[in-house]
T-cell receptor, first 113, second 114 residues
Framework: AQSVTQLGSHVSVSEGALVLLRCNYS??????LFWYVQYPNQGLQLLLK??????LVKGINGFEAEFKKSETSFHLTKPSAHMSDAAEYFC???????????FGKGTRLSVIA | GAGVSQSPRYKVAKRGQDVALRCDPI?????LFWYQQALGQGPEFLTY????????KSGLPSDRFFAERPEGSVSTLKIQRTQQEDSAVYLC????????????FGPGTRLTVL
């Protein structure tokens, strides 16, 4: 069975500092990997996804993530945090095919002025 | 519409009441998913439709939960005899149905059972 572990339920960074949100997964088959962002009282918005090909994936709002098969990781980074980045971030995995997503528990990002 | 819509956005029910939650997917999207998000947790899969066919309902927590999509577009999630542990945000997502396609999420329905 697939599972996702997000290390750190809450991460706090200063405005302008590097953002690093960690995600490790377990999957018996090559996975599709996703990062979603959720603002208060809103649905999930896709930041980026890895399916095949280049392991460094660029997404919206300056975020990127790197798929490292040997480490079973898909950490999310952004070089410089902005106040508007404060939100809940979810890493998710699914098999190839149109299957349901398996989510991590989420990491709440706070950005301090 | 531009995105997935859900109604109502908020629902308060007394324990034992039945509730119905509606999802309007993006027009033309073949696949529709329901997820349950408890407070402070990530979304968890409930059930999945391909057009009108319910292909997977393994995530439904009990037989009090029932979902349908009779015409392959709008879907309804019904919860009978609600319990306090049913309190959560219920998210609906739709996709075009191909393997690489993104799932687009609605804003969710926050259900509170008193």
């Amino acid at each position: 069975a697939q599972s996702v572990t997000q290390l750190g339920s809450h991460v706090s960074v200063s405005e302008g500092a590097l953002v690093l949100l960690r995600c490790n997964y377990s999957s018996s088959v090559p996975p599709y990997l996703f990062w979603y962002v959720q603002y208060p009282n809103q649905g999930l918005q896709l930041l980026l996804k890895y399916t095949t090909g280049a392991t460094l994936v660029k997404g919206i709002n300056g975020f990127e993530a790197e798929f490292k098969k040997s480490e079973t990781s898909f950490h999310l980074t952004k070089p410089s945090a902005h106040m508007s980045d404060a939100a809940e971030y979810f890493c998710a995995v699914r098999d190839s095919g149109n299957t349901p997503l398996v989510f991590g528990k989420g990491t709440r990002l706070s950005v301090i002025a | 519409g531009a995105g997935v819509s859900q109604s109502p956005r908020y629902k308060v029910a007394k324990r034992g009441q039945d509730v119905a939650l509606r999802c309007d997917p993006i027009s033309g999207h073949v696949s529709l998913f329901w997820y349950q998000q408890a407070l402070g947790q990530g979304p968890e899969f409930l059930t999945y439709f391909q057009n009108e066919a319910q292909l997977d309902k393994s995530g439904l927590p009990s037989d009090r939960f029932f979902a349908e999509r009779p015409e392959g577009s709008v879907s309804t999630l019904k919860i009978q005899r609600t319990q306090q542990e049913d309190s959560a945000v219920y998210l609906c997502a739709s996709s075009l149905g191909l393997s690489h396609n993104e799932q687009f999420f609605g804003p969710g329905t926050r259900l509170t059972v008193l």
